[in-house]
């Protein structure tokens, strides 16, 4: 928990918003090159895999193409359709190379509605809801769907397991 407090507080907590809202021209640029800054990272740390014990790498929905309705979608789901947003493509190709690398020292956690407490409620459902529940003001949803949602400190003893434990092949 330290570490995700001093992580999300100093890196991110006013930086999105303010930012954003100054140089939209900038962020826009940013969110189609974002994908290919990820792929660079990824592969950095990847080369480096022998000398560490694991790694994990946290996907995302949006490597099921979130262009369309994501209804009841399953693990068998995932490689039916290639995602068509820079982001998507990114957690797309990063997971079909884990799927192929040979150690199986890296471990992809297929995140889904994470939110926590540094999230930017303008943007995120779930924190925007809640916030506006304490509030007592009215929540907008576009639409009727069922989603599961994962509290971020509830993400740590996930994490401590995978590290501690060997695959399941």
Excluded: M, W
Excluded at 22 to 47: C, H, M, Q, T, W
Excluded at 104 to 115: A, D, V
Aim: charged fraction near 25%; proline fraction near 5%; charge should be positive.
């Amino acid at each position: 928990t330290n570490f995700y407090n001093v992580f999300a507080n100093k890196l991110f907590s006013n930086f999105s918003g303010n930012l954003i809202k100054k140089y939209p021209k900038y962020f826009e640029d940013l969110k189609r090159s974002v994908g290919l800054a990820n792929l660079r990272i990824f592969f950095n740390v990847v080369r480096n895999l022998n000398l560490v014990k694991k790694i994990i790498f946290f996907g995302s929905g949006a490597e099921y193409d979130k262009s369309r309705p994501l209804k009841l979608i399953s693990e068998e789901e995932f490689d039916k359709k290639v995602p068509s947003d820079n982001y998507g493509l990114y957690k797309y190709i990063c997971s079909k190379y884990i799927e192929c690398e040979p150690s199986r020292r890296i471990i992809s956690l297929r995140l889904f509605g994470t939110y926590g407490k540094y999230d930017n409620y303008l943007v995120r459902f779930v924190t925007n809801s809640i916030l506006k529940n304490i509030f007592h003001q009215p929540i907008n949803i576009n639409q009727n769907v069922y989603f599961d949602y994962l509290f971020i400190e509830d993400l740590i003893p996930i994490i401590d397991y995978f590290l501690s434990n060997p695959p399941h092949l």
